[in-house]
T-cell receptor, first 114, second 111 residues
Framework: EPEVTQTPSHQVTQMGQEVILRCVPI?????FYWYRQILGQKVEFLVS????????KSEIFDDQFSVERPDGSNFTLKIRSTKLEDSAMYFC????????????FGPGTRLTVT | GEDVEQSLFLSVREGDSSVINCTYT??????LYWYKQEPGAGLQLLTY?????DMKQDQRLTVLLNKKDKHLSLRIADTQTGDSAIYFC???????????FGAGTQVVVTP
């Protein structure tokens, strides 16, 4: 069964460093998302992406964040200058839409900022 | 603003039924979902229901929706130890948009 994959599974970085989290959505899906879950808290929406542009973003998704689909398969989230409060599990999701209504999630990348 | 609320914890004995409850505030919610998260794992879609439905059954899972009260529930029949996980209720206004999640209900199944 097709699945969303994410790399790395765990990333440790120092405050102020840039990180890139990578996702490979399901191949025929058209809508892509990033969510994050700070330990013990709700899963929060960050950004949605369709047709090579951001379709919606939350207040959390400030200028430190950016997303890109550099080729036909990868979808990346970049955090330019990480802060301690960026430590969280980051989930990528994809959705075909129009045919099914489910968002399929990847296993997540645990980001630890020290 | 939109909000999704769930009770935080449920303990159930193996073989009994579990009922997890959720309330939401966004009247434009069109799709409502239940996701399962096992320890250290990602979010697994269990089931979803459209707002024009009252009930949906899928094997051991039954979803009930009371749109008037904005109340959603997930019933797991014959609960097993493998059902121990965090269950998240989520809603969205359209089929491709962002999901708004509740805080999750930790379900612990005891032998």
């Amino acid at each position: 069964e097709p699945e969303v994959t994410q790399t790395p599974s765990h990333q440790v970085t120092q405050m102020g460093q840039e990180v890139i989290l990578r996702c490979v959505p399901i191949s025929n899906h058209l809508y892509f998302y990033w969510y994050r879950q700070i330990l013990g808290q709700k899963v929060e929406f960050l950004v949605s992406f369709y047709n090579n542009e951001i379709s919606e973003k939350s207040e959390i998704f400030d200028d430190q964040f950016s997303v890109e689909r550099p080729d036909g398969s990868n979808f990346t989230l970049k955090i330019r200058s990480t802060k301690l409060e960026d430590s969280a599990m980051y989930f990528c999701a994809s959705n075909i839409a129009g045919v099914t209504y489910e968002q399929y999630f990847g296993p997540g990348t645990r980001l630890t900022v020290t | 603003g939109e909000d999704v609320e769930q009770s935080l914890f449920l303990s159930v004995r193996e073989g009994d039924s579990s009922v997890i409850n959720c309330t939401y505030t966004d009247s434009s919610s069109t799709y409502l979902y239940w996701y399962k998260q096992e320890p250290g794992a990602g979010l697994q879609l269990l089931t979803y229901i459209f707002s024009n439905m009252d009930m949906k059954q899928d094997q051991r899972l039954t979803v009930l929706l009371n749109k008037k009260d904005k109340h959603l529930s997930l019933r797991i029949a014959d609960t097993q130890t493998g059902d121990s996980a965090i269950y998240f209720c989520a809603e969205s206004a359209d089929s491709w948009g962002k999901l708004q999640f509740g805080a999750g209900t930790q379900v612990v199944v005891t032998p």
